[in-house]
C-alpha cells in the first residue's frame, strides 16, 4: 500500500519492574502462571466500577502531553475523567473532544511497568468511534523501549481504524528496518461493509514465539512470521505492554473537518490474555 503510515515518538516513560497488579484476575507474571493451560484467561480487565472513576491505577497510567505524538496529531492527553473514565455499565470509556478553544482532548493508556505480557492471544471487545480525522487504535510496545528506543523495541498494532475507512480496522507490526510507512500490515474489510463504528467487535492477536497473527471476531486475516522481516531483526519475542487511545487528526488519518462530530467515543468492555501455548 502506498498510504503514509505514521512514525510513533513515544513517551519514554521509565518502566520498573513488571509487577502482579492488584485487582487482576488471576494474577500473572509476564509470562504467564506456570499452571495455565490453552485457552485459559491468565489476565482481565473487565472495567468494572462506578460510573466516572479511574480505570484500575494499579494496572493503567494515563500518558499526557501533545506535541503531535510524532504523527501531528492535534490532540492533548489528559488524565482528567472528562476523558477517560468508567461508565457504571462494564466499559471503560476514552472520549475524544473539541473544547471551547478548539483544541482537542482526548486520552491515551498505558500498562507501561505494571504488566508486560509474553505472548497469549491478546485481544478487546471494542466500539471504535467514528468520522474524518478520528484514530482509535489498540496497540502494544516493547517493554525494552527507555532502554532501546523505537522501532527498536518492537510494536504490534492489534487495531487500527482511521474515520474514512469506516469498514476497514488495520494490523502492523514495525520494528527496526520494517517502521513507519515500511511497517508490515494487513487490513480486514467488515463482511457486510458496514461501520466498524457501529457496535461492539472483538480485536485480536494470537502470539507466540515467531509469530502474530491477527483477528477480528474469530476471523483471521494475516500472520506475520520471522520470514517476513527478511534480514531485519524479529524483535516480537519478549514482554510487551499494552495501550489504548483516541487520537485527532495526524498524517495517516487526516484531520477533522465540518463532517466530524464531537465528542468520539470509544469504548472498551474488556481486554484479555488468554494462554495459547
Known amino acids: 500500500m502506498t ?3 505514521k512514525r510513533r515518538t513515544v513517551a519514554l516513560v521509565l518502566a520498573g519492574t ?3 497488579a ?3 484476575t488471576p494474577a500473572v507474571t509476564a509470562s504467564g502462571p506456570a499452571n495455565a493451560a490453552n485457552g485459559d484467561v491468565i489476565w482481565s480487565q473487565d472495567f468494572d466500577g462506578t460510573a466516572g472513576s479511574a480505570p484500575d491505577r494499579s494496572v493503567w497510567t494515563n500518558e499526557t502531553g501533545g506535541g503531535g505524538w510524532g504523527n501531528d496529531e492535534l490532540e492533548n492527553y489528559t488524565d482528567s475523567r472528562d476523558n477517560s473514565a468508567l461508565d457504571g455499565q462494564g466499559n471503560l470509556v476514552i472520549t475524544a473532544k473539541r473544547e471551547a478553544d478548539g483544541s482537542y482532548t482526548s486520552a491515551r493508556l498505558t500498562t507501561q511497568g505494571k504488566y508486560t505480557p509474553r505472548y497469549g492471544r491478546i485481544e478487546a471487545r471494542i466500539q471504535i468511534p467514528r ?3 478520528i484514530w482509535p487504535a489498540f496497540w502494544m510496545l516493547g517493554s525494552d523501549l527507555p532502554q532501546v528506543g523505537w522501532p527498536n523495541s518492537g510494536e504490534i498494532d492489534v487495531m487500527e481504524n482511521v474515520g474514512y475507512e469506516p469498514a476497514t480496522v488495520h494490523g502492523t507490526v514495525h520494528g527496526p528496518g520494517y517502521s513507519g510507512g515500511q511497517g508490515i500490515t494487513s487490513s480486514y474489510q467488515h463482511p457486510q461493509g458496514w461501520s466498524f463504528a457501529d457496535t461492539f467487535h472483538t ?3 494470537d502470539w507466540k514465539p515467531g509469530s502474530i497473527t491477527w483477528s477480528v471476531d474469530g476471523i483471521d ?7 517476513d522481516t527478511g534480514s531485519n531483526p524479529w524483535v516480537f519475542d519478549k514482554p510487551f505492554f499494552i495501550v489504548l487511545n483516541l487520537a485527532v487528526g495526524g498524517n495517516w ?6 463532517s466530524t462530530q464531537f465528542p468520539q467515543q470509544m469504548k472498551v468492555d474488556y481486554v484479555r490474555v488468554i494462554d495459547n501455548s
Open 203 to 205: 480485536f485480536a492477536v
Open 3 to 5: 498510504r503514509n503510515r
Open 131 to 133: 468520522g474524518q480525522g
Open 253 to 258: 488519518p487526516g484531520y477533522p473537518d465540518g
Open 221 to 227: 486475516y494475516k500472520t506475520v512470521t520471522t520470514a
Open 18 to 20: 513488571a509487577a502482579v
Open 22 to 24: 492488584l485487582g487482576v
